[in-house]
């Protein structure tokens, strides 16, 4: 019997817990992200950096990206707080407490 075919052959990647094994065309953004995040890098605190864009764009991933690349380099640890589910400025501190991701 055939297997049944989809649109997607892998659905992981529709996870917010996939990470793709590169980014094209996104050196601009990476470059953005790296140089908010390089002060950690002579244990300096980062610049603040809001990204912005609709959903599904890759924000998330991008940055993961970044961080993960940062890591080879630097002992570092990352938190992940979804600010649709964590509203308040409390709920994300109790968040990042309670559950680092």
């Known amino acids: ?29 990476q470059k953005e992200i790296a140089r908010a995040l390089e002060p ?13 864009g609709p959903p599904g764009t890759g924000k998330t991933a991008i ?13 570092i640890e990352k938190f992940y707080v979804n600010c649709f589910d964590e509203e308040t400025k409390k709920d994300v501190l109790y968040d990042l407490l309670e559950d680092p991701y």
């Open 1 to 29: 019997m055939p297997s049944k075919r989809t649109v997607i052959d892998n659905r992981k990647v529709l996870t917010t817990e996939y990470l793709p094994n590169s980014m094209p065309s996104r050196d601009a953004e």
């Open 40 to 52: 950690l890098m002579e244990e300096g605190y980062p610049r603040n950096l809001l990204i912005h």
């Open 63 to 75: 940055t993961e990206y970044v961080i993960e690349d940062l890591k080879q380099y630097e002992d």
